[in-house]
C-alpha cells in the first residue's frame, strides 16, 4: 500500500512568518498534529508540531535542559531553549529540513521514518510540493480499513459455506 493511498489531502499549512497563535488555532481547528511550513513559492521549509509548541512561558513550562549538569541543578540558563519558549513567530520554533516522503513511499516506509524519526506523522512531497500529510490516525484508519474488509470476506465465506445447493431426488 502506497503513502498516497492513505495520506490525508485536505490540510491547513504555514508561513514562516505565521504567528504562533494563528498555527495553535489552526492546529486546534484542523485537528492535525503539526503545520507543514511553506516558502513563498510553496516549497517544504519546515514544520511545526504539537511538541514544538508546549515548552512555553505562557504555559509555566521549565525550558527542557541543555546538558545533564543544567537538569541535575535545576538551572534554567539562556540560549536557543529560552528563545523558543519566548518565540512569536513560527520560523523560531519549527523543525527545519522536516522527515518527509515521496509520493512512491510504502506505508512501510512511512512507519519506518516515524518509527526511526519518533515522529508523529510525516508530509508526503511530489516535485517538492507537500502534497498530503500521513499521521498516525490515518495509519489506523487505513488498518481499520483493512480489517473490516478481512472481517466481512470471512463473514461471506462462512454464510456461502452455510448455504448448500439440493439435488432434486426423483
Do not use: Y
Request: charged fraction near 25%.
Amino acid at each position: 500500500m502506497l503513502a498516497t493511498e492513505v495520506m490525508r489531502t485536505s490540510f491547513a499549512t504555514v508561513k514562516p512568518s505565521t504567528s504562533l497563535i494563528d498555527a495553535a488555532r489552526l492546529l486546534l481547528q484542523n485537528n492535525q498534529r503539526g503545520l507543514p511550513v511553506l516558502d513563498h513559492e510553496g516549497c517544504l521549509v519546515g514544520i511545526v508540531s504539537e511538541g514544538d509548541l508546549l515548552h512555553r512561558d505562557e504555559l509555566g513550562v521549565s525550558p527542557p535542559a541543555v546538558n545533564w549538569l543544567e537538569a541535575l541543578l535545576g538551572l534554567e540558563g539562556g540560549g536557543p531553549a529560552r528563545d523558543r519558549m519566548r518565540a512569536l513567530r513560527v520560523s523560531t520554533i519549527m523543525t527545519p529540513d522536516p522527515v518527509c516522503v515521496d509520493e512512491n513511499a510504502t506505508v512501510d516506509d512511512v512507519v519506518a521514518e516515524m518509527d526511526l524519526r519518533r515522529v508523529a506523522q510525516v508530509p508526503v512531497i511530489c516535485a517538492g510540493k507537500v502534497i498530503g500529510i500521513v499521521s498516525r490516525i490515518e495509519l489506523i484508519g487505513a488498518l481499520e480499513h483493512s480489517l473490516s474488509q478481512t472481517e466481512n470476506d470471512a463473514k461471506e465465506i462462512s454464510s456461502r459455506k452455510q448455504i448448500t445447493p439440493h439435488a432434486d431426488k426423483p
